[in-house]
């Protein structure tokens, strides 16, 4: 790693080393962003890089726009940008890929880093804002990186690929995290397209047949006698009873006063009509009275 500044080399670390090569160290800060640069190095590469970020941010803070805030966890593995709340992390900044670190001597809140890209292979620096620790955050990850090589000398060099490993196993995990949320999203929108087909439509709800409270038909001994028009307009005819319906319920001919003859009545009925017309030819009697219906017969 390169820094931009000279520090005394008896200077000491501002942590132990086990709190960088067991846990991390956080900070809050403010990120403007990072953009493409030319080279993995140099104060002149960072200092037009700091100018584009801080020209691109006023510009965003006159539309209304809030620089967003990060927190960074620096340990001996790397650099990662954090989401300050839900703790998600926007970008992980592997160590070994850092090429250049430096605070900014004319704004003591910016400091900057350049970081090899793992898929573009691009180098991009990112800068940062913090009021009181942008120094310290600079004298962090340069005791980070004198921490990783003591532990590269000392492994032999074994220590290195493992965690480029396991940095790449990472990545593939939040790679397969973002493809299962999008899996999700589909399955989501899949259920309710089904739960759609199947409700049927309000006009099919309403053509179907009436059923009981045991979802059956309900039984009707008489076909419904629809009268059709004739074609020359006149009336139609009256509704003709069909033959095949001679029998009730109970297996017994239905009686109809309208279409059955003189025989056709049951013997206590037929007396009792014979009876009323022996009593028309004769004549009624009304109080006293006697009317005859012969027109032969004088009485009145």
Excluded at 127 to 145: P, Y
């Amino acid at each position: 790693m390169n820094r931009a500044f000279n520090r005394k080399k008896d200077k000491s670390w501002m942590h132990t080393p086990e709190a960088l090569a067991k846990h991390f160290i956080a900070y809050n800060t403010k990120f403007l962003g990072n953009t493409e640069v030319d080279q993995p190095k140099g104060t002149e590469v960072v200092r037009d890089a700091v100018r584009k970020l801080k020209f691109q941010r006023h510009i965003k803070k006159s539309e209304g726009q809030k620089i967003p805030k990060v927190e960074l966890q620096i340990s001996i593995y790397g650099v990662k940008i954090l989401d300050p709340k839900s703790k998600e992390v926007q970008y992980n900044c592997q160590l070994h890929r850092i090429s250049f670190c430096a605070d900014d001597k004319t704004d003591k809140r910016i400091f900057t880093f350049i970081c090899k890209d793992s898929e573009s292979n691009k180098h991009l620096c990112y800068v940062f804002d913090s009021d009181k620790c942008a120094e310290e955050i600079t004298l962090t990850i340069g005791q980070a990186f004198d921490l990783a090589y003591k532990k590269f000398l000392e492994s032999g060099g074994k220590d290195v690929e493992t965690r480029k490993q396991i940095a790449g196993l990472q990545k593939r995990i939040q790679d397969l995290e973002v493809e299962n949320s999008e899996l999700k999203k589909q399955l989501h929108v899949l259920e309710e397209q089904m739960m759609i087909a199947q409700v049927p439509p309000g006009d099919s709800m309403s053509s179907k047949t009436p059923t009981d409270i045991f979802d059956m038909v309900p039984f009707s001994p008489m076909t419904p006698l629809i009268p059709l028009p004739a074609s020359n307009g006149s009336a139609p005819p009256p509704p003709v009873r069909p033959t095949e319906m001679r029998k009730d319920l109970f297996g017994a001919e239905p009686f109809d006063p309208f279409t059955c003859g003189a025989a056709d009545f049951p013997p206590d009925i037929q007396s009792k009509l014979d009876e009323m017309q022996e009593g028309f030819k004769m004549g009624l009697t009304v109080e006293g009275a006697v009317f005859s219906l012969d027109p032969l017969d004088g009485r009145c």
